[in-house]
């Protein structure tokens, strides 16, 4: 019988934002997988655990991986960590899940910290529909292509971004999105030196040319307004009106179909159509 894989989210910041089944899931696994195992090493230490650990990040992930899902399938348990965050959101733990799924190997998701949830509950933006962008591509056409394709998007983006690549960002988005878009970024999110600037994007643009930004963030942005639809006219109902009069319906019941269809007065088109030649 295989073990489990455990997703095991550590904190992005705080060391009190651990929870028992966190430490505990740690503690029971049978070895632990991490993007870094210097900083899980710091982790474990807080807790007071020793564990046998492998390394697993991006660029070792398909030997890793492998090797990872042939100790589960021999019966291990392994807790999957990252740096900080929730493993396999914007993460190459994603591919071990996909591996696990594909394997026939139970995956355990235990919920905890996670940067975009925690940014977005308090940006300010709307949250009921959002989308979680990631990081955007190094390569400056690579990321103007991603952005274009986010334009016309409704609901609310999410993006992570580093310090070095920020200001380069904020004034594609401005390009992209208008510099009156409203914009919130999270800063060093539960850290000592926590701060989230509600803004517009030309002036997020303007604000970290001229301060270079410091620590990891979280931008959350207002999606576009909905398309207003133009209302009908009757001239639109009566247009409709000829079109199903053509197809052959009487001329109340095309002027009962058109009215309904477009939103229009009944009585009024009916007067409309009765007089045109």
Same mark, same amino acid.
């Given at each position: ?6 997703? +095991?989210?550590?904190p992005i910041g705080n060391l009190g934002d651990i929870s028992p089944r966190m430490a505990q ?20 230490? !807080? ?11 991006? !660029? ?5 991986? $492998? ?11 392994? &807790?999957?960590?990252?740096? &900080? ?7 190459? /733990? ?7 799924? $594909?394997?026939? +190997?139970?995956? +355990? ?14 940006? /300010? $933006? ?15 056409? =690579? ?18 971004? &580093?310090? !070095? ?27 000592? !030196? ?14 970290? @040319?001229q301060n270079p930004p410091r620590g990891e963030f979280v931008l959350v942005v207002r999606g576009?307004?909905?398309? $207003? ?6 001239? @639109? /109902?009566?247009? #409709? ?11 109340? %019941? ?8 477009? /939103?229009?007065? #009944? =009585?009024?088109?009916? %007067?409309? &159509? +009765?007089?045109?030649?």
């Open positions: 019988m295989s073990g489990t894989l455990y997703l +095991v989210p550590t899931t740690m503690a029971q696994a049978d070895f632990i997988a991490a993007e870094d195992t210097r900083v899980t090493m710091k982790l474990l230490n !807080h807790l007071e655990l020793k564990k046998p650990m492998v390394s697993y990040y991006r !660029h070792n992930s398909e030997n890793s991986g $492998q090797s990872i899902l042939q100790r589960l399938l021999a019966g291990e348990s392994c &807790a999957l960590v990252t740096d &900080a965050g929730t493993p396999a959101i914007s993460d190459p /733990g994603e591919d071990l899940v996909a591996l696990c799924a $594909q394997n026939g +190997v139970p995956v +355990v998701s235990i919920p905890g910290p996670c940067a975009l949830v925690t940014a977005l509950a308090a940006s /300010g $933006q709307p949250t009921g529909r959002f989308t979680f962008e990631g990081f955007l591509a190094m390569n400056k056409k =690579n990321r103007r292509r991603h952005l274009e394709s986010l334009r016309g998007e409704e609901r609310t983006m999410i993006f992570y971004e &580093a310090p !070095h690549k920020l200001p380069a960002t904020l004034k594609d988005l401005a390009a992209t999105f208008g510099p009156e878009r409203p914009i919130s970024l999270c800063r060093e999110l539960s850290k000592l !030196h926590e701060e989230i600037r509600r803004t517009t994007l030309g002036e997020a643009a303007d604000y970290y @040319d576009a307004e909905p398309a $207003q639809e133009e209302e009908a006219t009757l001239e @639109d /109902g009566l247009a #409709r009106v000829r079109a199903l009069r053509e197809e052959g319906a009487s001329l109340r %019941d095309a002027v009962k179909q058109a009215a309904k269809e477009l /939103g229009l007065s #009944r =009585n009024e088109l009916y %007067d409309m &159509a +009765v007089n045109d030649k």
